[in-house]
């Protein structure tokens, strides 16, 4: 005769059963998070450059951690705002160009207090602004902040959802962990472009080195070879510059070294490359340039300094300043940088030794000869658009279009504008397909930025040297807007 199973035994297995299944669900549950905060924070250490590690932050949101809308607000070191710097479409056709300050709304309060704040239902909550009035549709929300090594906070990352109650109280602890990754990927992004800056440009002057320029001149020496095209050099050195320190000082003297570096760069074009050389001594490459435009441009060069640059500090006597150039061309003056530099070198003394202020080099005008009016349109020059009057009350110029990047405002050479968007030439690799915040500036007599508005970016050309063409599409939100803010070219 067989005995029943003592039921007290039975349920106690039951238990013990559901237990090992619910930690082993937690167990996986966690190996999951780990295995995602692994993927993140490899996906963004293997970043170096800010640019790349956005593109990598979105992937990695919506692919690797499945979140549908997100928004990263970077803090401008400027303004002390925090605007949006990447977002899913949604958010940034939306809110794409808004921004909070410290304290303001639960974004603010994240950025001020340093933690994390998640709202369950927006609707029972006055301090959730639904991006100022510009984004709804939210029903839960969860902010968390991005900090420094200095702990101080310089981003926050907004993650919500359509539905009320759709986090779970570990979400904040796990998306604080991503937060943790993305913050420290961003510093070290940081780091790395700031010390490649400083490798490349010189310390005083703030425009490229003699090793950086040295690089970019055989690249493009190579890519002339190759193209069968001019490339030309200018080697410029300013005439009595060691009276200028001597009588006025050498901290007045760098102030020179300043003004003439800020004249090359604002009067060559985008593709030009200036650099100094040393001491008092200038350098450019103007690729795909003859000679005779490269003694065009240098005498160009010379009028601006000799009309611009005046030493006159404190109270002293005005006296005006100049500057002798060198001109040397491939093929024509040397098959090599080296050549082409001794060449230009020794033009240059020959120009000191005729009386400084003076151009020298194959078919170089002579002091007083106006340069030639066919020289390649400067794509550096800041294109002036015409603001319709009926739209700010007034017949104002634009005088550039600036596009956020890094935090920082940068300049856009506009090539053209149509009524959806534009082309332009700009320092940076641009994503594709990625959205931007961009202004319209005018002079600040007349009231400075007059608007601000989102762009994506529809196509993207490498030219070289750290130049790239950029065509955009105006954000739809701001189109009606953006036609009628710029009319016409000027």
Known sequence: MMTAPDSTFSGLDDRLFLSAQRESEALKERLLELYLLYTTSRTCSMAMQTSTLFIKIVDLL???????????????????????????????????????????????????????????????????????????????????????????????????????????????????????????????????????????????????NRRFFLECAERELSKSRRDNHSVSLLFLDIDHFKDVNDNFGHVFGDQVLRQVAAILQNDIRQSDIPARYGGEEFVIILPATSGQDACCLAEKLRRKVASELVASPRHEARRTLTMTVGVASFPEDG???????????????????????????????????????????????????????????ADRMVHSIDIMHDQQWEFCALIDVSREGFNSLVSFEPRLGADYLCRAVADPRNGGTLQQFAVQVRHVEELGNSRYLMGVEVGSHDVSSWRCLCSSLG
Not at 63 to 86: I, M, Q, R, T
Not at 345 to 360: A, I, M, S
Request: net charge positive.
């Open 62 to 208: 919506k692919n690797a951690l499945g979140v549908e809308e997100f928004c990263l607000f970077l803090k401008d070191p400027a303004s002390g705002l925090f605007e949006v710097w990447s977002a899913d479409e949604r958010v940034m056709a939306a809110a794409g160009d808004v921004s909070f300050c410290s304290g303001e709304g639960i974004s603010g309060l994240v950025a001020a207090d340093g933690k994390p704040i998640l709202v369950q239902d927006v609707s029972q909550d006055k301090r959730f602004l639904h991006y100022k009035g510009m984004l709804q549709g939210i029903g839960s929300f969860l902010s968390v902040p991005l900090l420094g090594n200095d702990n101080q906070v310089f981003g926050v990352l907004n993650i919500h959802k359509a539905k009320p109650q759709a986090f779970r109280e570990k979400d904040k602890e796990f998306f604080c962990a991503v937060a943790h990754n993305l913050a420290v990927a961003m510093e070290r992004a940081r780091l790395f472009e700031n010390a490649r800056q400083e490798a490349m440009h010189d310390q005083l002057t703030g425009i490229y």
């Open 335 to 393: 098959a090599s940088i080296t050549e082409l530099l001794v060449v230009a070198d020794r033009r240059l003394y020959k120009g000191k030794g005729e009386g400084r202020n003076r151009v020298v080099g194959p078919a170089a005008p002579t002091p007083g000869t106006a340069p030639a009016d066919n020289r390649r349109r400067n794509p550096r020059q800041r294109a002036a658009l015409r603001v319709m009057p009926a739209h700010v009350g």
